[in-house]
């Protein structure tokens, strides 16, 4: 079996990118790596460096793409949480090691508590090479929790049977389903509450 081989001259010294399993010659990396949720817009900086400090005598385009990468179990979390970036290349040219290009991240500050999620950042160039890629986290601002307008309810024997006490209470952050939550008395026998509260994706706070 032949496998082909494309050899990429650089200042003399030659690089060797297989078809199957190729070792790259460009990684890019990105600044800042982590951006808050309610950081936005972010300008993020994306740099190509050619590996080991070599230099190509010819110029290189390199194809950018961002894309995201869902957590287990948050299937439709990120479709909404950032806008889409347009391709863009980045030209790192004869004789540098290095080229930058910026784009700008904007991100959707929504209610929802939800696991971190990652974007990479890849890129091909050449005859059909590919750059190590970067990734860039999205750090989630929400806190899943339920806020309860007392602390303590305070109801009087003087006041008799059948007296009542209101409490409100929300949740902290936006559910992606129905949340249920039981509302119980630590002396049953002598006082009461009312039954579950259900709270949804529409009503929750």
Sequence with gaps: MVTQVTVHVI???????????????????????????GASPTTVTVT???????????EQTVAVSVAGALPVGWETALANDFKAVP??????????????KTFDLTLVNDDVAEEDETLTVSGTFGEGATATAA????VDNDTAG??????????????????????????????????????TSNAPTVATVSGPLRFTPENWN
Excluded at 22 to 37: G, K
Excluded at 87 to 100: K, P
Excluded at 161 to 177: D, E, F
């Design 146 to 183: 339920v806020t309860v307008s007392l602390e303590q309810v305070v109801v009087t024997e003087a006041a008799g049977p059948g007296y009542t006490a209101i409490y409100t209470m929300v949740l902290n952050s936006k559910p992606l389903r129905d949340v249920t939550i039981t509302p």
């Design 11 to 37: 200042d003399g010294n030659a690089r060797q990118n297989l078809d199957d399993d190729a070792t790259t010659c460009i990684t890019l990396t990105v600044s800042p790596s982590r951006v808050s949720e």
């Design 48 to 58: 190509a460096t050619v590996n080991g400090g070599a230099t190509y005598r010819e």
């Design 135 to 138: 990734t860039l986290t999205i």
């Design 87 to 100: 391709d863009f290349n980045i030209q790192v040219l004869a004789g540098d090691t290095r080229a930058t």
